[in-house]
T-cell receptor, first 113, second 114 residues
Framework: GQQLNQSPQSMFIQEGEDVSMNCTSSSIFNTWLWYKQDPGEGPVLLIALYKAGELTSNGRLTAQFGITRKDSFLNISASIPSDVGIYFCAGRSSGGSNYKLTFGKGTLLTVNP | DGGITQSPKYLFRKEGQNVTLSCEQNLNHDAMYWYRQDPGQGLRLIYYSQIVNDFQKGDIAEGYSVSREKKESFPLTVTSAQKNPTAFYLC?????????????FGDGTRLSIL
């Protein structure tokens, strides 16, 4: 089946630092989504991307749909303690079902105040 | 407020017992999904439903069953055939479009074995 490689698996940073994480797939995707999950809760959608090369921001978060359509990046600027959580990428493959998403295994972010 | 409600938040299952997890949405979304999440793992799709009275198996459907009698409801039954049911279960929903729409999640049910 589809596989997404998300890296890094975990990050430990100081408050105020910028963060970057990415996902790569073995096949072409036509949608990339980034979610954040807090402990014991469901993932919350951060950013949705639909076109190759698209760059979208949501506050301090910026995500990009890679030109090759096989990767996506999420950047967080000036991190704060509430950024702590697990960040997941998810994608919908080209030619696949409009309903099924493939998820990465997540990046655990820890922010030291 | 519009959203997805999962209940209960915590559930315990005895050996040989079937248990049902509830998922209700008032977003008027066409599609609904059930995922299983294990520590350090991504979300794995159990079942999904595009319309009422229709559903498809996901990647790990064995030991689970679902029904979709109403648009807003998509309950998941974890049967005794599921030998390793301890996990965090997430329900999601989305609209349908040619391009595909993001899935929105409930707050999950944590299932444990007694």
């Amino acid at each position: 089946g589809q596989q997404l490689n998300q890296s890094p698996q975990s990050m430990f940073i100081q408050e105020g630092e910028d963060v970057s994480m990415n996902c790569t797939s073995s096949s072409i995707f036509n949608t990339w989504l980034w979610y954040k999950q807090d402990p014991g809760e469901g993932p919350v959608l951060l950013i949705a991307l639909y076109k190759a090369g698209e760059l979208t921001s949501n506050g301090r978060l910026t995500a990009q749909f890679g030109i090759t359509r096989k990767d996506s990046f999420l950047n967080i600027s000036a991190s704060i303690p509430s950024d702590v959580g697990i960040y997941f990428c998810a994608g919908r493959s080209s030619g696949g079902s409009n309903y099924k998403l493939t998820f990465g295994k997540g990046t655990l972010l820890t922010v030291n105040p | 407020d519009g959203g997805i409600t999962q209940s209960p938040k915590y559930l315990f299952r005895k050996e040989g017992q079937n248990v049902t997890l509830s998922c209700e949405q008032n977003l008027n979304h066409d599609a609904m999904y059930w995922y299983r999440q294990d520590p350090g793992q991504g979300l794995r799709l159990i079942y999904y439903s595009q319309i009422v009275n229709d559903f498809q198996k996901g990647d790990i459907a064995e030991g689970y069953s679902v029904s979709r009698e109403k648009k807003e409801s998509f309950p998941l039954t974890v049967t005794s055939a599921q030998k390793n049911p301890t996990a965090f279960y997430l329900c999601a929903s989305s609209m349908w479009s040619i391009q595909g729409q993001p899935q929105h999640f409930g707050d999950g049910t944590r299932l444990s074995i007694l």
